[in-house]
């Protein structure tokens, strides 16, 4: 168990750019979580997969926010002419089949949009 | 809608001066209470999971509890190295998703 991986850890851009994050789930989870954390705040949910089937998206998911998990492994998020307030640590967890289990975070995406 | 508060929001401590930390949660369907401790720059880090009423998990220096309607998390004799950020959030029925609190932030010193 490697844990849950993301790259890269810090990114910094300009507004009106575009940006992707990566993200390698533990290998055996089929479920892969999106959060997005700002200073002082708890986590909060974007968009959730089971497999490479998008399930669910927050409705904080503006159309700028594109999130894909090709083939069910690894997953992106892309965010499009990004703006000031998308500064946000952002998290990607995923959990495994069994009932309940709970959310294994990696370290996360910062991001700074000057 | 699901919420979940913390109180305090900032908690400072003497090193074995101990207390807890509150998570109040209003949800349909509770199907698991997790508190995760998160470090500055990094993931929360998954502690304890409870699913119903009266359960209790102990890990170190750490307990938690669950009741209908809250959660406490127990430090006894803290340490410095205790200092973080806990976070509560809940899983239910109507979603396949995690709803955290905003958490609290806990300082140990010397």
């Known amino acids: 168990d490697t844990g849950v991986s993301q790259d890269p850890r810090h990114k910094i851009t300009k507004r009106g750019q575009n940006v992707t994050f990566r993200c390698d789930p533990i290998s055996e989870h089929n479920r892969l979580y999106w959060y997005r954390q700002t200073l002082g705040q708890g986590p909060e949910f974007l968009t959730y997969?089971?497999?490479?089937?998008?399930?669910?998206k927050s409705r904080l998911l503006s159309d700028r926010f594109s999130a894909e998990r090709p083939k069910g492994s690894f997953s992106t998020l892309e965010i499009q002419r990004t703006e000031q307030g998308d500064s946000a640590m952002y998290l990607c967890?995923?959990?495994?089949?069994?009932?309940?289990?709970?959310?294994?975070f990696g370290n996360g995406t910062r991001l700074t949009v000057t | 809608e699901d919420q979940v508060t913390q109180s305090p929001e900032a908690l400072r401590l003497q090193e074995g001066e101990s207390s807890s930390l509150n998570c109040s949660y209003t949800?349909?369907?509770?199907?698991?209470l997790f508190w995760y401790r998160q470090d500055p720059g990094k993931g929360p880090e998954f502690l304890f999971t409870?699913?119903?009423a009266g359960e209790e998990k102990e890990k170190e220096r750490l307990k938690a509890t669950l009741t209908k309607k809250e959660s406490f998390l127990h430090i006894t004799a803290p340490k410095p190295e205790d200092s973080a950020t806990y976070l509560c959030?809940?899983?239910?029925?109507?979603?396949?998703?995690?709803?955290f609190g905003t958490g609290t932030r806990l300082q140990v010193t010397l």
């Open positions: 997969f089971q497999n490479e089937a998008q399930l669910e």
């Open positions: 409870l699913y119903s």
């Open positions: 949800v349909s369907g509770l199907r698991g």
């Open positions: 959030a809940v899983f239910t029925g109507t979603a396949s998703k995690l709803t």
């Open positions: 967890a995923s959990r495994s089949r069994e009932g309940n289990s709970p959310l294994h």
